[in-house]
C-alpha cells in the first residue's frame, strides 16, 4: 500500500474531545456532518481544505482521553490515509484500525516531518519519506494491512467469511 499526501501537524496529547468534539458525539450521525467538524478546536481550517491521501503527523500520545470512535471517523470521512505519530494511545488506534485508517507510530518520522509537506508512506518497504529522508517503521502484520485495505474490521470479517 503506498499513501501520498500533505502533512498536518499536531503536537502532544491531542485528545479525541480536539479530534472530534464532544458536544457532537450524541447529535450528529450524517458523515458529512461529522467530517465538518474534524479537529475544529484544534485547527478551523482542517476540514474545509484536508485532501484525500493527506496525512495527520502527531506528537505523544495521539488520540488520548475518551473511546470516541468519532475521532476515528471523522478523519476516515475527510480522506485521511494515515495518522503518523511518536506515540499513538491504544484506544485510538483500535478505533482508527476498525475503521479502516492506518496508524503507525514512528517517532523519527513524526519529529522530522514539517506542517504541509508531501508525506509518502510505503508500507511493503515499512517506510515513510519526507523532505528530511526516509524513515523505517516496524513491518504491520498481514492482518492489520489487511483490515485497513478492507476499509475495516467489519468489511474484513465479512469478507472473511464470505471466503469458503
Known sequence: ?????????YGD????DVIFPGKYTYTITERAEIAR??????DPT???AV????????????????????AATCLVYNGVGAVIAESISRI?????LNNGLLAIVCPAAAQAIQQGERVAIDT?????ACAAGEFAFPPLSASVMGIVAAGGLVEYVKARLATP
Not at 496529547?13 to 479525541?16: D, I, L, M, R, S
Not at 511493503?124 to 515513510?128: K, L, N, P, S, T
Request: proline share 2%; glycine share 12%; net charge positive.
Open 51 to 70: 485532501q484525500p491521501g493527506d496525512v495527520i503527523v502527531g506528537g505523544r500520545n495521539f488520540g488520548c482521553g475518551s473511546s470516541r470512535e468519532q
Open 124 to 128: 511493503e518497504r515499512h517506510v515513510i
Open 13 to 16: 496529547n491531542v485528545n479525541t
Open 46 to 48: 482542517f476540514a474545509a
Open 37 to 42: 467538524h474534524a479537529l475544529e478546536d484544534l
Open 92 to 96: 485510538f488506534y483500535r478505533n482508527a
Open 1 to 9: 500500500m503506498h499513501i501520498t499526501g500533505r502533512a498536518w501537524k
